[in-house]
């Protein structure tokens, strides 16, 4: 018997077919936790690092919100779908560490784990992309969703 809901009886790729699975409000929440460094942290001011490229927190909360968007054109499997709402929050946690975090809304018949997911991964990577002209020393330490709601299972995380 094959556990794998992206898997037809034949072996091979599926798309789950969510068609009679009810309407529900569901969110999901992921987060990012990113070294970059007293190098370039001494560089923000009031939360924000201006550089060339632009503003590196608010350039990379936008290209998050993009990416939720983009979702089902990068992972092959996953729905397109009309999100409700994005909502990203960077902060800095120490003299070296950010936290990211992308919450996503979706009244549909599939969760938005993926978007939350995809959302933060992307905004780590702008900020990277933003400030390795100061250091290349940056690390994406993890990602992992930290908090679902509104499908089969619930899932909130502490830690």
């Known amino acids: 018997m094959n556990d794998f ?5 034949k072996n091979n790729p599926k798309m ?3 068609g009679d699975k009810k309407i ?3 969110i999901a929440v992921a987060k990012a936790t990113m070294f970059l460094g ?8 009031n939360d924000e690092l201006k550089t060339k ?3 590196v927190f608010q350039t990379a909360i936008i290209a998050g919100i993009q990416a939720v ?3 089902s054109e990068l992972i092959p499997m ?3 779908l009309m999100i409700n709402g994005v909502d990203i929050d960077i902060k800095i946690t120490d003299a070296e560490h950010i936290e990211i975090l992308c919450s996503v809304e979706i009244e549909g018949k599939t969760g938005v784990e993926m978007e939350a997911l995809t959302g933060a991964n992307i905004t780590a990577l702008t900020v990277y992309d933003m400030c390795k002209a100061i250091s290349q020393n940056m690390i994406i330490k993890e990602v992992k969703l930290v908090e679902k709601t509104g ?3 619930d899932i909130k995380r502490y830690e």
């Open 16 to 18: 789950v077919n969510v």
């Open 53 to 55: 490229k632009g503003p």
């Open 24 to 26: 529900t409000k569901r």
């Open 5 to 9: 809901s992206h898997i037809n009886k």
């Open 78 to 80: 996953c729905h397109l």
């Open 38 to 45: 007293q190098e370039i942290i001494s560089h923000f001011e």
């Open 151 to 153: 499908g089969k299972s």
């Open 69 to 71: 968007k983009k979702t």
